[in-house]
Nanobody, 129 residues
Framework: QGQVVESGGGSVQPGGSLTLSCVAS????????IAWFRQAPGKQREGVSC????????YYADSVKGRFTISGDNTKNTVSLQMNNLRPDDTAVYYC??????????????????????WGQGTEVTVSS
């Protein structure tokens, strides 16, 4: 059984930056995609960003485009999410998830991620003055 572990959450002021990390390990198959989702209090989980481990393709939700950057070390199945110019509406629990089957990142990010194969425990991000 594989494992997904996130780290790097915290509290920052608006305009600040944080970097989240995700490590996917001990899976029988190489993850096809590694994605970030978030869930704010009282809201539905939403896709944030995704990267394909096969070709490095990335995709971002419109709400974070230009502010967040996803990058990965495919040999270690480690993915980071650099978050800049954070806003109060970025406050949420952020989850890393993997897909073991082919799925375009553009599709993954536009869903709630219900069909993905494994999830981390989440890391909390709070943006507040």
């Amino acid at each position: 059984q594989g494992q997904v572990v996130e780290s790097g959450g915290g509290s920052v002021q608006p305009g600040g930056s944080l970097t989240l990390s995700c490590v996917a390990s001990r899976f029988s198959y190489e993850p096809y995609n590694i994605a970030w989702f978030r869930q704010a209090p009282g809201k539905q989980r939403e896709g944030v960003s995704c990267t394909s481990t096969s070709d490095g393709t990335t995709y971002y939700a419109d709400s974070v485009k230009g502010r967040f950057t996803i990058s990965g070390d495919n040999t270690k199945n480690t993915v980071s999410l650099q978050m800049n110019n954070l806003r109060p509406d970025d406050t949420a629990v952020y989850y890393c998830a993997i897909a073991l089957s082919p799925a375009p990142c553009v599709v993954v990010v536009r869903t709630t991620g219900a069909g993905l194969d494994a999830w981390g425990q989440g890391t909390e991000v709070t943006v507040s003055s």
